[in-house]
């Protein structure tokens, strides 16, 4: 199930887990949300994975570099981002 109504918060402490086929496992997260990986920045530990949502919007994620490789991820895959949020903040300049 993908629910598109849900806004990401852009400075929360939020963990987006990205992966192919979340339908293989039934999870608790109710926030997933299908896209195109865009760009992939590796690190030396870590990659920085960004995804296009649609609409002009886009999502990223830092994982390990560790899952970039077992999951095979590279820009053109279509993926779903899973995220799951302990707090939402709110700010104000």
Avoid: C, W
Avoid at 7 to 25: A, D, H, T
Avoid at 76 to 87: L, W
């Amino acid at each position: 199930m993908v629910h598109k109504n849900y806004p990401v918060p852009n400075k929360s402490r939020e963990f987006v887990f990205i992966g192919y086929n979340p339908g293989l496992m039934k999870i608790s997260a109710r926030n997933q949300i299908k896209g195109t990986i865009t760009e992939i920045k590796p690190g030396v530990v870590t990659a920085k994975v960004t995804i296009d949502i649609g609409g002009g919007n886009h999502l990223s994620s830092v994982i390990t570099m560790d899952s970039v490789e077992e999951l095979g991820l590279k820009p053109g895959d279509e993926v779903v981002a899973i995220i799951k949020s302990t707090e939402v903040m709110i700010g104000k300049e």
